[in-house]
């Protein structure tokens, strides 16, 4: 959840970097890929319907965020959303 909000709010502008920060800052397990990967892995869909229920059971700090509930709607990825090279490869 807190990778997805570093995006959200601008903080975070490749995904590979929340997941190599996922990774080496507090451990995420590498195999993964990092936060996003996982959450790109499982489907932003399985995602956000796992926080909805998590949120139910333990509070309000496990609902999704709009960001990821809009990817959700979108059937998106954060890897294919937050593309830094998308603009680079329409041009040529």
Excluded: N, W
């Excluded at 990092?34 to 956000?48: A, E, P, R």
Aim: hydrophobic share 40%.
């Amino acid at each position: 959840m807190e990778a997805a909000r570093t995006v959200e709010e601008g903080i975070v502008t490749d995904p590979r970097e929340a997941d190599v920060g996922s990774i080496l800052g507090f451990g995420f397990a590498p195999y993964t890929g990092g936060t996003l990967s996982y959450i790109d892995g499982m489907g932003v869909k399985t995602f956000v319907a796992l926080c909805e229920k998590l949120a139910a059971a333990y509070g309000d700090h496990f609902q999704p965020t709009p960001l990821l509930k809009d990817m959700a709607a979108k059937s998106e990825t954060f890897y294919g959303r937050f593309d830094p090279y998308a603009k680079a490869t329409e041009a040529a």
